[in-house]
C-alpha cells in the first residue's frame, strides 16, 4: 500500500511552511504511524534542523525521521519512500522551485501555507498555476490553503479577505481555509524540536488548532 504525501509549499518565505510540516509530522507520529519528515529545502533545511534538535535535546520524545532530498527528480524519490512509509511530508522552500512542482506531481495533498496580507495573497496565483498543472498529471491531488499567523483579534476579517481575493483572483484553489493564530508557543516548540503537543507547558489552543489541521489533512484517513 502507497503512504500519504503531504506536500507543504509556497513560494513566499516566513508563511509557516515548516512549523506546519514537522506538527503535522509529530502528530501522525503520535498517533502511531510510520512517518518519514523529508526536507526539500536546499537552502534553509529548517525540517533537518528541527529534527537535529529534537534528537539532541530530547531524547525522550517520540522518533521522528527526517531526510533532505532535492532535485527536479524529487518525485522519483518521494514515489519510492511512500512505498515504506505510511506517511511522508514534505517541507519545501521558500520560492517556485523544482521540488515543489515535482512534489505535486505525485502528493495527495498540497498545503499552502499564507499569511493574512497583501504580499502573500500575491503569491496564490503562483500556488494555483503549480496545483493545476499538477493535476493533469496527479487527477487526485487535493489543495488545502491555511490561513496562518493570524493576528487573534483579526480573525473574522482575516478570513473575509482572504475569501474575497481567491474568489476574484484564484478561483480553482479551494476556500475552505484552515485558519492558524500567530502564537509565541509555536516559536517556542519550534526552538525546543518539539511538536506543539509535545511541550511540557501546552498551549491549549495552539495544540487544538494543530490537532484541527491535522484532522482536515487525514480526514477519511
Known amino acids: 500500500m502507497t503512504g500519504k504525501i503531504i506536500l507543504v509549499g509556497n513560494e513566499k518565505g516566513g508563511t509557516g511552511k515548516t512549523t506546519i ?3 503535522l509530522a509529530g502528530m501522525a507520529a503520535l498517533q502511531g ?20 534538535r529534537r534528537q539532541e535535546f530530547h531524547p525522550e520524545a517520540k522518533p521522528l525521521n527526517c531526510v533532505s532530498a532535492t ?29 515543489l512542482r515535482a512534489a505535486a506531481t505525485v ?12 504580499f502573500d495573497f500575491w503569491t496564490l496565483p503562483t500556488a494555483e498555476a503549480i496545483y493545476q498543472r ?10 488545502k490553503v491555511v490561513l496562518n499567523r493570524i493576528p487573534h483579534q483579526t480573525l473574522d476579517q482575516a478570513l473575509a479577505d482572504a475569501t474575497a481575493f481567491m474568489a476574484e483572483h484564484v478561483p480553482a484553489l ?28 501546552r498551549d491549549p489552543k495552539a495544540a487544538s488548532e494543530m ?3 491535522y484532522r482536515e489533512v487525514f480526514d477519511g484517513d
Open 21 to 23: 510540516s514537522v506538527n
Open 33 to 52: 504511524l510510520d512517518v518519514l519528515l523529508v526536507d526539500a529545502d536546499p537552502g534553509q533545511q529548517s525540517a533537518a534542523k528541527w529534527t537535529a
Open 71 to 99: 532535485g527536479r527528480r524529487l518525485d522519483t524519490v518521494l514515489e519510492d519512500l511512500a512505498r515504506r512509509y505510511q506517511v511522508v511530508v514534505v517541507d519545501t522552500g521558500a520560492e517556485d522551485s523544482a521540488e
Open 107 to 118: 502528493a495527495s495533498l498540497m498545503l499552502v501555507p499564507v499569511q493574512p496580507e497583501q
Open 134 to 143: 499538477a493535476q493533469r498529471l496527479n487527477p487526485d491531488l487535493g489543495c
Open 174 to 201: 479551494p476556500r475552505d481555509f484552515v485558519p492558524v493564530v500567530g502564537r509565541t508557543a509555536y516559536g517556542k516548540a519550534n526552538a525546543e524540536g518539539l511538536a506543539i503537543h509535545e511541550m511540557p507547558k
Open 211 to 213: 490537532q484541527r489541521l
